[in-house]
């Protein structure tokens, strides 16, 4: 028709233009508000709870109009909502498993019902979460809530867990934490940001409707941070876990050190995650996926483009077209678009170019999608990047360059591959260390992918039946490990910084003179850098039975200087030559027994009889060890789209542990066994009460086949090691049996960067069973963290 401006199909081809936004309504959510007169309260035992004389909390919508109010919970607030968890838990976790699936099916079908006015709700509030996504998180954990005490047998639920998230932290990471707490029987009181407080309080309303008891789903909102430390403070709670971004996570973990309250993290927001293009990538797909993840008004990550030097022309000659005429993206403040716009100039400084879709306006809070062709690894736009529409644009020659590139970053979370050639694909995802791995594609989630948090984006594992276990506990297990208490006042810089005792020269002749004994470092017994010994008393304490060496931050530093030159090696042995190499250190604690007996009987106290027992309890422990090393290699998973999803254990790294005083050989062995079996490298704090045992069992070790630096031990005073571990950057995680002050000092120091931790606090020598057999399926699953691949078909 002469004269029409229609596009025709070969014009939307050529353009690559989208079509036009569908209009939305918010009619359904608006009247929801205006039914609770956009006053929302608590919603404690079932019910909504609007106590009188309390702060609220203003929410605005996206173009600023008041939305809401919620309210400011205070103490009396906490300790209604803890008290009704802690009922709700009790008829929560007596039904059965089919009960409980019954209930979270029939959640299914409500949400079908109300699914307009919670998608329009979270809509309002920016907490993106689709009811579809909602209705296949209950599908999944249902399914696991049904088949708990057959799949996951000897493990109980904790009881109540605190699920806390920050302000800009969406509804699908809230609920990825709280479904799988409620489908393995624990009641959970959520403490939701200020995007996710409404739609968290509708769900309330729904889970009530749904047939859930009174108590077992809880939602306490207050005016920041402060309130998850506050509601973690309460004695009923057994478990923290928070998602969100990595500032408020490091100020929760400091609030609550020395609560007694285990507390994990998965900072998902503010993560820089490498877009990787290589030659052999379809470009026109891999360049349409970064304009759909890279540039969105709100997006959860950083991406990093990182685009091999062959393809870097047409990569970028591709972008010039799609970006053209691309509206300007919303920065939150004026503020926000100076960072934006020193970041840019930097850039430019250092030789990088810009692809922009427009011009920049010259003031207000808009500003064009860029790319930074050409930006320097070390530039803030990368190292630190800004909540603008920045794309930093790196360029690789090879494989590992590449990989050098995506490893670059301080965060773990989550890479995007583009290739057509699979081996490089899986090859490129097994050396990234990052916890999901997306071939030809992005963003994609499931709840059956197990996800861990690699370097600072985590220390739990969320998805999956992996990520069940974060909300249960061995059956066991009679006691939680760090019992409550309140945080004791502490100079954190003084910790572990006491003199050791003096060690005073007697009469006694050389032939009954103490026995001096050599640490373990890099595969040789040495002495201690200090060249200091310490003492080591009788169990009585009435005679120095040995003289050990007084360790300190220069032999950790060594120590892990030898792990991780050895580790990646030892990591990428095949499982079976692991199980070798436990195989042999087995039966080389075996021609050691007479020693090591000796050795327990004159430390400990017991009796021959108990310690050849305990030796022999610890040979077979190593061979139990050995066989687990190729038994439990993850597998493929059931994804809705069709494509395969693997899930792969890997080693944490380096791996620092201070040993108990209990079984102080049998525990060792355990520890030890668990950490290499998962390929990890392990330094090794002997108890400073019973160190002995260890020490004799460097003689075992200087006979084995285990690479030098795999295994360090390291004594001295426990404090002063604890805290030179704590503080060193490379180990990746610390399991603790000590003091209560230790616990509480490793809980506020090991956020910068987050150190996965085991702490449990040890008196009168009780703790842990360590003859019980379940401890292998716990400690082995303490010692790997998980990654998903997935790879589309279609």
């Known amino acids: 028709m002469a004269g029409s401006t229609a596009k025709t199909v070969h014009d939307i081809f050529v353009n690559m233009e989208y079509g036009p936004a569908a209009t939305s309504s918010a009619a359904t959510a608006q009247a929801w508000l205006d039914h609770h007169s956009r006053s929302l309260g608590l919603f404690i035992d079932g019910k909504f709870v609007r106590p009188a004389d309390r702060q609220s909390r203003s929410l605005v919508d996206s173009k600023g109009g008041n939305l809401c109010s919620t309210v400011c919970a205070v103490e009396d607030d906490i300790s209604q909502c803890a008290s009704s968890a802690v009922n709700g838990f009790k008829a929560w976790s007596s039904l059965t498993c089919y009960q409980r699936a019954k209930v979270l099916l029939r959640l299914v079908s409500v949400l079908g019902q109300h699914a307009q006015c919670l998608s329009e709700l979270c809509d309002l509030c920016e907490a993106s979460c689709s009811s579809s996504t909602l209705v296949r998180l209950l599908q999944f954990y249902s399914g696991w809530a049904q088949l708990r005490d057959t799949l996951i047998t000897n493990w109980t639920p904790l009881g109540v867990v605190a699920v806390v998230v920050s302000d800009d932290c969406s509804l699908y990471s809230l609920m990825l934490k709280v479904l799988p707490a409620l489908a393995m029987g624990n009641s959970v009181i959520v403490v939701p940001g200020r995007s996710t407080s409404p739609p968290a309080l509708l769900l ?389 027994k007479r020693d090591l007996a000796a050795s327990i009987n004159v430390q400990t106290g017991i009796s021959l009889e108990d310690a050849d027992r305990e030796v022999e309890l610890s040979i077979a422990r190593l061979s139990d060890l050995a066989a687990y090393c190729d038994k439990i290699q993850g597998g493929t998973l059931p994804m809705l789209q069709s494509g395969s999803a693997l899930s792969i254990p890997e080693a944490l790294g380096v791996v620092g542990v201070v040993l108990p005083d209990k079984n102080p050989l049998l525990s060792m062995v355990t520890l030890l066994g668990a950490a290499i079996a998962g390929g990890n490298a392990v330094i090794m704090v002997p108890s400073q009460k019973h160190p002995l045992p260890t020490l004799a069992f460097v003689q075992v070790l200087q006979f084995s086949d285990l690479p030098a630096g795999l295994v360090n031990i390291v004594t001295g005073s426990r404090d002063q090691l604890t805290m030179a571990l704590a503080t060193h950057s490379v180990i990746k995680a610390i399991w603790y049996w000590g003091s209560s002050e230790g616990c509480q000092y490793l809980q506020y120091t090991c956020t910068s960067p987050l150190k996965t931790l085991r702490l449990f606090c040890q008196k009168d020598n009780m703790g842990k069973d360590w003859t019980h057999p379940s401890l292998l399926e716990e400690m082995w699953r303490n010692a790997v963290q998980w990654k998903s691949v997935w790879i589309p078909t279609a």
């Open 204 to 592: 309330g309303q729904l889970f009530m409707s749904a047939g859930f008891p009174a108590g077992a789903f809880n939602v306490v909102t207050g005016c920041d941070m402060t309130l998850g430390a506050k509601v973690a403070k309460n004695a009923s709670i057994s478990y923290v876990t928070y998602s969100g971004n990595k500032q408020d996570g490091v100020t929760l973990c400091k609030a609550t050190a020395g609560m007694g309250v285990p507390v994990s993290v998965s900072p998902c927001i503010g993560a820089t995650c490498p877009f990787i293009i290589f030659e052999s990538a379809d470009i026109d797909s891999a360049v349409d996926g970064v304009i759909d993840t890279a540039f969105k008004k709100k997006k959860e990550v950083h991406w990093l483009l990182c685009v091999q030097e062959n393809v870097l022309d047409s990569v970028v000659a591709r972008l010039r077209l799609r970006m053209a005429g691309m509206k300007c993206v919303a920065l939150p403040s004026d503020g926000d678009r100076a960072l934006v716009e020193a970041a840019v100039q930097e850039a430019q400084q250092q030789g990088a170019t810009l692809v922009q879709s427009c011009a920049a306006p010259p003031s207000g809070t808009q500003y064009p999608p860029t790319v930074l062709c050409g930006a320097a690894p070390s530039s803030s736009c990368v190292v630190n990047p800004s909540a603008g529409p920045l794309l930093p644009l790196l360029t690789f020659r090879s494989n590992t360059e590449a990989v050098a590139l995506g490893n670059h970053s301080p965060h773990g979370q989550a890479a995007s591959i583009w290739t057509e050639d699979l081996t490089l694909a899986l090859e490129t995802a097994k050396n990234l260390s990052v916890g999901s791995v997306w071939v030809n594609s992005h963003s994609v989630c499931d709840p059956c992918l197990p996800v861990s948090g690699h370097k600072d984006s985590g220390t739990c594992t969320d998805g999956g039946q992996e990520g069940l276990y974060q909300f249960l506990r061995p059956s066991s297990s009679s006691s939680p490990p760090l019992p409550r208490s309140s945080p004791v006042s502490m100079d954190y810089t003084k910790f572990g910084t006491a003199a050791s005792p003096a060690i005073i020269p007697d009469d006694s002749d050389s032939a009954s003179a103490p026995k001096p004994y050599l640490q373990f470092v890099g595969g040789k017994a040495c002495k201690a850098v200090s060249g200091c010994s310490v003492a080591v008393q009788s169990s009585g304490a009435s005679s120095v039975l040995a003289y050990c060496p007084d360790g300190g931050r220069k032999d950790v530093r060594n120590a892990v200087e030898a792990a991780i030159k050895v580790q990646p090696g030892w990591m990428k042995k095949s499982p079976s030559a692991r199980a070798q190499s436990l195989y042999s250190l087995a039966k080389g604690l075996e021609a050691k």
